[in-house]
């Protein structure tokens, strides 16, 4: 079984500020993240795309206790956004302080902006990038 798109790629494609998913060819299901079968139809046909990087935010939290190696960052905005595409993808909200943040921000507009590179950790096999989303 081949990956149309390895958490490398999409790694990759993260950090040139570009959001990769993909698209069964069976049923036509969007996935925001690599895999290998599809969550809806168990498939394996897929087809590597890029999303435009627009969408409403869904959910987020405030994180005061961060990840080893992200001490100096907390606390940050974490956002689920279902993007303008279809699927839902986890990320960073940038340009809106932390104790800003209100239940007023649920289902506003956002814009993928970039990502974030993040060291790894002892648990990890390397540096990981995460969408950094904007309000519009």
């Known amino acids: 079984m081949e990956a149309k798109l ?3 790629e999409y790694n990759e494609n993260l950090k040139q500020g570009r959001l990769s998913g993909l698209k069964c060819g069976g049923c036509g299901e969007l996935s925001a993240q690599p895999r290998l079968i599809c969550a809806k139809c168990g498939g394996q046909d897929f087809e590597a795309i ?3 990087g627009g969408g409403a935010i869904q959910t ?3 994180n005061y206790v961060p990840a080893e190696g992200r ?4 606390p940050y905005i974490v956002v689920i956004v279902e993007l303008d595409d279809g699927p839902w993808v986890m990320g960073n909200l940038a340009g809106l302080k932390p104790d800003e943040a209100g239940m007023d921000i649920m289902g506003r507009k956002v814009r993928l902006e970039g990502s974030a590179v993040f060291a ?3 648990y ?3 540096e990981i990038a995460r969408p950094v989303f904007r309000l519009v």
């Open 120 to 122: 790894g950790d002892k």
């Open 124 to 126: 990890s096999a390397g």
């Open 50 to 52: 890029e999303f435009k």
């Open 71 to 74: 001490e100096s960052e907390a």
């Open 6 to 8: 390895t958490f490398k």
């Open 60 to 62: 987020f939290t405030v």
